[in-house]
């Protein structure tokens, strides 16, 4: 995906007010982020380990999302993004509110996600005997544009699309 600065981060949010916005971004590390190798940004704020916000392209333009979670533990299932059947440790429910104004009456979408947003690294691991050692760059392309689809469906159903 492009690099993405601080600005376009908080320019991005669809489903924040101002306020949360700024405190999301501002929770951001970018210093050395391998923008090439994501598909999706997203991270956690520290001060606020609930709060999970992930930044998805779609159409070429930065959708930001801000994601809550509950205290529960990690779920052992798969992710709705990458789809990886090796990683499924660490996935958690999120709730998204949605865009505008079926958001502030309280209306969410939610879905299973890697609680580190570490699935644009999963669809690079390289396949397992199963999946097909023949064309590991293929299985690969093909997983990277299974997670793009995903992850640009997901942004949809959070603008009410
Ligand atoms: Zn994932």
């Known amino acids: 995906m492009h690099p993405l600065t601080s600005d376009d981060i908080r320019a991005s ?7 949360e916005a700024a405190l999301a971004a501002s929770a951001a590390r970018l ?3 391998a923008w090439e190798r994501l598909d999706i940004f997203g991270w ?10 992930v930044v998805i392209p779609v159409d070429d333009v930065p959708v ?9 533990k990690p779920k052992k299932t798969m992710c709705a993004l990458c789809e990886d ?8 429910l999120f709730a998204a509110r949605l865009a505008g104004a079926p ?17 644009s690294a999963h669809v690079r691991r390289a396949p397992n005997t ?14 990277i544009g299974v997670l793009h689809s995903n992850a640009e469906r997901f942004a949809r159903r959070v603008m009410g699309e």
Do not use: W, Y
């Open 13 to 19: 949010f669809i489903n924040a007010s101002k306020r």
């Open 31 to 33: 210093d050395g982020v």
């Open 44 to 53: 956690t704020d520290p001060k606020n380990p609930l709060v999970t916000s």
């Open 64 to 72: 930001g999302i801000l994601l809550r979670t509950s205290t529960t």
């Open 85 to 92: 059947i090796i990683a499924v440790d660490n996935v958690r």
């Open 103 to 119: 958001g502030r009456q309280g209306n969410t979408v939610g879905t299973l996600l890697h609680t580190d947003l570490s699935c």
């Open 130 to 143: 199963m999946e097909g050692k023949a064309d590991p760059e293929g299985f690969i392309a093909r997983r």
